[in-house]
């Protein structure tokens, strides 16, 4: 087996509104883009389905509902220097945004050979 060393880093975590933006570009979306940009590995943006925050206001997933008042939460799991310089990449934006980081190891399995 040709599986990698364990990875000792965070899991980086953002919610955003879906509908917010910055500049002409859904927040989400300038999140992916920017961390593309520092080289972090990967992101990956998920639309919640239900859920309050700090504010007490449930917003909830429904059919028939305009699109936009749901919360996306954009994750990445990196190493923590990663996360700083991503951390800071939104400071330098001025962005007013929730964030969480969670002690994370990872690493990659690979496929046996045969």
């Given amino acids: 087996m040709n599986d990698s060393a364990p990875i000792e880093g965070v899991y980086l975590r953002f919610f955003v509104h879906e509908n917010r933006r910055h500049g002409s570009v859904l927040l989400y979306e ?20 239900a859920g309050y925050g700090r504010h007490g206001i449930t917003h909830e997933a429904h ?12 994750d990445f799991v990196v190493p923590r220097d990663a996360a700083e310089r991503m951390l800071q990449r939104v400071r330098e934006e001025n962005l007013e945004m929730f964030y969480a ?12 050979t045969p």
């Fill in 63 to 74: 059919f028939l509902e305009l699109a936009g008042q749901e919360t996306v939460r954009v």
């Fill in 101 to 112: 980081i969670l002690p994370a190891t990872f690493g990659k399995l690979e496929a046996r």
């Fill in 30 to 49: 300038w999140l992916l883009a920017e961390a593309k940009k520092l080289g972090l590995p990967g992101g990956t943006a998920f639309r919640s389905i």
